[in-house]
T-cell receptor, first 113, second 116 residues
Framework: NAGVTQTPKFQVLKTGQSMTLQCAQDMNHNSMYWYRQDPGMGLRLIYYSASEGTTDKGEVPNGYNVSRLNKREFSLRLESAAPSQTSVYFC????????????FGPGTRLTVT | AQSVAQPEDQVNVAEGNPLTVKCTYSVSGNPYLFWYVQYPNRGLQFLLKYITGDNLVKGSYGFEAEFNKSQTSFHLKKPSALVSDSALYFCAVREATTSGTYKYIFGTGTRLKVLA
């Protein structure tokens, strides 16, 4: 099992450009999450998906959109990137929303200039 | 709102010595507490959790954590540190949302450096 995979690993964007971060899990988990990690701020939840076909906002959803394409895949889109979105983005999954343990991908390091 | 605090940005310890990484929490009701570890260029990995029961919780890689309700703390400990334990450690609490789901609140992280 690969677990949770993310692409790309690194990305540099100019302000105003758009891009989609991809995430896939092969553990047959129902729930998936997108976090951003910034120095001194820990991880903050951007969006989550309780199950296929549903998505909900987390703590910091502004400037992002998500798509739960199927049970395996959960993508994060930046429509018009801003320097404030420079961060490391982590995708995670869990069996369901009430599960205690989340499984994290390796992260995508995004720089917006 | 629930929160966790990790008061130390970095902890240095000599290999073979005991280590402690501190976490305090602020919750309403019974806390569900977690520790995760992040190695360089990797995602977070689950170490252990406290839900209920014994205040001393054992987890992966020889780590344990002590839940102390009176001090609202959940410190991570290991009796003998290894150089390979050097990583970033996150404390987290699980919070119920108004929509009936759960979300995790993570602390700011503590970098552990074990010196050979």
């Amino acid at each position: 099992n690969a677990g949770v995979t993310q692409t790309p690993k690194f990305q540099v964007l100019k302000t105003g450009q758009s891009m989609t971060l991809q995430c896939a899990q092969d553990m047959n988990h129902n729930s998936m999450y997108w976090y951003r990690q910034d120095p001194g701020m820990g991880l903050r939840l951007i969006y989550y998906s309780a199950s296929e076909g549903t998505t909900d906002k987390g703590e910091v959803p502004n400037g992002y959109n998500v798509s739960r394409l199927n049970k395996r895949e959960f993508s994060l889109r930046l429509e018009s990137a801003a320097p404030s979105q420079t961060s490391v983005y982590f995708c995670a999954s869990s069996e369901n929303l009430s599960s205690y343990e989340q499984y994290f991908g390796p992260g995508t390091r995004l720089t917006v200039t | 709102a629930q929160s966790v605090a990790q008061p130390e940005d970095q902890v240095n310890v000599a290999e073979g010595n005991p280590l402690t990484v501190k976490c305090t929490y602020s919750v309403s009701g019974n806390p569900y507490l977690f520790w995760y570890v992040q190695y360089p260029n990797r995602g977070l990995q689950f170490l252990l959790k406290y839900i209920t029961g014994d205040n001393l919780v054992k987890g992966s890689y020889g780590f344990e954590a002590e839940f102390n309700k009176s001090q609202t703390s959940f410190h991570l400990k290991k009796p003998s540190a290894l150089v390979s334990d050097s990583a970033l450690y996150f404390c987290a609490v699980r919070e119920a949302t108004t929509s009936g789901t759960y979300k995790y609140i993570f602390g700011t992280g503590t970098r552990l450096k074990v010196l050979a």
